[in-house]
């Protein structure tokens, strides 16, 4: 997977994902972002933010309910660039 570059628009920031993080939620735990989460499988919806532009992947389809537009950070990577309501 290339890099991608992740912007996070309530925070003013940009963060690379370069493929080393098993997901977007360990990513920002690793640049101290405060991010809601509980169960960092999928399972419970804690995590869920807005994807304003791009597109992720999910590891394995997750089980809590999200909106159109909605992305579980603690179960997907991006595929591309991406921008967050973050
Ligand atoms: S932490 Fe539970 S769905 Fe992400």
Same mark, same amino acid.
């Given at each position: 997977?290339?890099?991608?570059? @992740?912007?996070?628009? =309530?925070?003013?920031?940009?963060?690379?994902?370069? !493929? +080393?993080? &098993?997901?977007?939620? $360990?990513?920002? /735990? *690793?640049? *101290?972002?405060?991010? +809601?989460? /509980?169960?960092?499988? !999928?399972? %419970?919806?804690? #995590?869920?933010?807005?994807?304003?532009?791009? =597109?992720?992947?999910?590891? *394995?389809? &997750?089980? $809590?309910? @999200?909106? +159109? !537009? =909605? @992305?579980? &950070? #603690? %179960?997907?990577? &991006?595929? +591309? =660039? @991406?921008?967050? $309501?973050?």
């Amino acid at each position: 997977m290339s890099d991608s570059t @992740i912007t996070l628009h =309530d925070h003013g920031k940009t963060l690379v994902c370069k !493929g +080393e993080h &098993p997901n977007l939620l $360990a990513l920002f /735990q *690793q640049h *101290q972002l405060v991010v +809601e989460y /509980q169960c960092r499988e !999928g399972y %419970c919806g804690s #995590c869920r933010m807005r994807l304003v532009k791009g =597109d992720v992947i999910y590891s *394995q389809k &997750p089980l $809590a309910f @999200i909106n +159109e !537009g =909605d @992305i579980l &950070p #603690c %179960c997907c990577l &991006p595929v +591309e =660039d @991406i921008e967050l $309501a973050l």
